[in-house]
């Protein structure tokens, strides 16, 4: 959490288990892209980039969450994280984690402080 800015997500407190909505916002000029995923009745938002190869990581296809293996997922390499820490535990980024935000609900949205 860089600059502390927060990103408004529209109607991401209403997900699904499993289901994720992605937003954007920048960072020193850099435009960044971001997602909220639904867990367990949590709410959890991460950078979309792969700490291994610094790739999206859905591919533009906006899913993230793998309900076999309960884990968010890298369209790239397989790499999975857990849920509620973004932690690397299978892939070639193994101990690595994804960089996690703080979040807050509001009503429908979910406030996410980048």
């Not at 408004?8 to 020193?28: D, K």
């Not at 997922?73 to 690397?88: Q, V």
Request: glycine content about 10%; hydrophobic content about 35%.
């Amino acid at each position: 959490m860089s600059d502390g800015a927060t990103v408004r997500v529209p109607g991401a407190a209403r997900l699904e288990h499993g289901q994720s909505l992605r937003f954007h916002f920048e960072r020193n000029s850099e435009p960044l892209e971001g997602f909220v995923l639904s867990h367990h009745g949590a709410f959890y938002a991460y950078l979309n980039r792969c700490p291994h190869w610094f790739v999206d990581l859905d591919l533009g296809f906006g899913d993230f969450y793998d309900p076999r293996d309960d884990r968010i997922f890298c369209r790239t390499h397989g790499a999975l994280f857990k849920p509620d820490s973004g932690f690397c535990d299978f892939g070639p980024c193994a101990g690595h984690s994804l960089e996690r935000f703080e979040v807050s609900v509001d009503g429908d949205d979910v406030l996410v402080r980048v």
